[in-house]
């Protein structure tokens, strides 16, 4: 029997006197209870404190060392219980009879489990024991693991033991990983500390860098720059610099901003966390956020040059009445700064966590401040453009599985002299029955291009007319001004 057994008959012991308390209360006299009461108050303050003397006397011989590992360390969860959970999740399987199965949420594989609170472990011949409080089956959502093991064996336990634990706990979260894909929330739903701050599903894209429609060249360069940064954590520790890396991805709608990111968690094995600047308040509120993301994980801002006034012009002086129209509307929507955005990705608050990806995506790079995206902060400027022919041999491979044609040299002319996206250039592609015809599907594409083609010259000359019409116009007015 350990010593918590023998406490918990004392307590049952007190909860027999208070029962006792509660039912004389409502035979004896009013200043008999009361006088009964305060007794019974002084003899339970009195155990009380010979009960804490107890127990520092009791540890002081007792060969057992207890440590708990809580839930939540202070605001933020704590990765050591993710870890040790994991650690000693996978421990009772392999050693119990009688298990139970379930699919977590932020795991690919069924996970197997045992119904007990203690669990035996052995590490260099040392016996220690895990036990999970309170018990699974408990109400309370407080939940901590107490590690217990003699204590003779301190040294080796807190040093190279917890080491191991945490070492392999996290090495099976990451074999068995459900990519996920995360949303901040509205800060007015962030009810506690305990992860309200983001919601997040299952990421099951099946976008890779062999699908996606671009120049090979610019691909292989993409890709080399992710592997060098992924394997390099002591390389940036020996540069004292944080271990993260900013991209920078630009251009027309439709060109596969989106498809690349994708391309590139899949690539890393990183979960996304899509962020949402208009729904976050102040600066305060998008350190927290960074603060609740996990390292080696892609952190996105889409669109940044419509989430925020990133454009490079400073507040002018402007009127008061202007400003009394314009503020409470500011008030009602985001506060975060240009600031507080530099901070975020390269301040002192982005060195919280390692191995970060922060991603930026814009259609007008040119109307982002230049502080926004110097190298340091976006380290790499990846422009996708429209379609070339390169990226359109990539589609037809994907989607009809064709690497040459007879119509492959007419579509490459076109791509030359016609701007399209590769989102539109895929739609083309896409077989419209269920029997693949490539003749059909490439013709498609060709009355595609060429109406883009007639479309782009109309354009064009109407915007000439519209030029010459006004310089016309200024010769006239300047005409009648002079005479």
């Avoid at 406490?7 to 009013?30: K, R």
């Avoid at 354009?459 to 005479?483: C, Q, V, W």
Wanted: charged share 25%; net charge positive; proline share 4%.
């Amino acid at each position: 029997m350990m010593i918590g057994d023998s406490w918990a008959q004392i307590g049952s012991t007190i909860a027999g006197l208070m029962f006792t308390l509660a039912t004389l209360q409502q035979f004896f006299p009013h200043q008999l209870r009361l006088s009964f009461q305060q007794f019974v108050l002084a003899s339970l303050q009195q155990f009380s404190l010979v009960q804490k003397l107890c127990d520092k006397f009791v540890n002081l011989f007792s060969p057992y060392i207890y440590i708990t590992f809580p839930e939540y360390s202070g605001y933020w969860s704590n990765q050591a219980f993710d870890a040790i959970e994991t650690y000693v999740g996978a421990l009772s399987t392999t050693k119990a009879s009688l298990l139970k199965g379930s699919l977590v949420q932020n795991s690919k594989a069924l996970v197997l489990t045992r119904d007990d609170r203690k669990v035996c472990d052995e590490f260099n011949a040392v016996q220690v024991w895990w036990v999970l409080e309170p018990s699974p089956t408990s109400s309370s959502e407080d939940k901590y693991f107490q590690l217990i093991f003699r204590r003779q064996h301190r040294d080796l336990i807190t040093g190279s033991y917890l080491d191991h634990v945490i070492e392999q706990g996290k090495a099976i979260q990451a074999k068995n990983k459900q990519r996920r894909l995360y949303t901040n929330n509205p800060s007015e739903n962030w009810r506690s500390y305990k992860k309200n701050l983001w919601s997040d599903i299952a990421f099951e894209s099946p976008a890779t860098f062999q699908t996606i429609a671009m120049d090979p060249s610019k691909k292989e360069e993409i890709i080399n720059d992710l592997v060098s940064f992924s394997k390099g954590k002591e390389y940036y520790m020996k540069l004292g610099k944080p271990w993260k890396r900013g991209y920078l991805l630009y251009g027309p709608p439709g060109t596969g901003k989106s498809t690349m990111i994708a391309a590139m968690a899949n690539f890393l094995n990183y979960d996304i966390y899509d962020l949402e600047l208009t729904t976050v308040k102040t600066n305060t509120e998008l350190r927290k956020l960074l603060a609740e993301t996990s390292s080696k994980s892609i952190i996105v801002i889409e669109d940044i040059d419509c989430s925020l006034d990133v454009t490079g012009e400073r507040k002018k002086g402007r009127p008061k009445s202007n400003e009394k129209e314009t503020e409470p509307e500011n008030e009602k929507t985001s506060k975060v700064t240009l600031s507080g955005i530099l901070n975020f990705i390269d301040g002192t608050w982005s060195a919280c966590g390692t191995g970060r990806i922060f991603v930026f995506t814009t259609n007008h790079i040119d109307k982002l401040d230049p502080a926004l995206i110097r190298r340091g902060r976006m380290d790499m400027h990846i422009e996708l453009s429209y379609c070339s022919f390169e990226a359109f041999k990539i589609l037809a491979k994907n989607y009809l599985d064709v690497d040459s044609h007879d119509l492959f040299e007419k579509i490459g002319i076109l791509l030359k002299e016609t701007e399209m996206t590769p989102a539109d250039v895929a739609e083309n592609l896409m077989p419209k029955r269920e029997k693949k015809d490539p003749d059909a599907c490439l013709n498609s594409l060709i009355q595609a291009l060429e109406d883009a083609k007639e479309k782009a010259k109309l354009k064009a000359e109407k915007e000439k007319n519209i030029k010459i019409n006004k310089g016309k116009n200024m010769k006239f007015y300047a005409k009648r001004l002079l005479f």
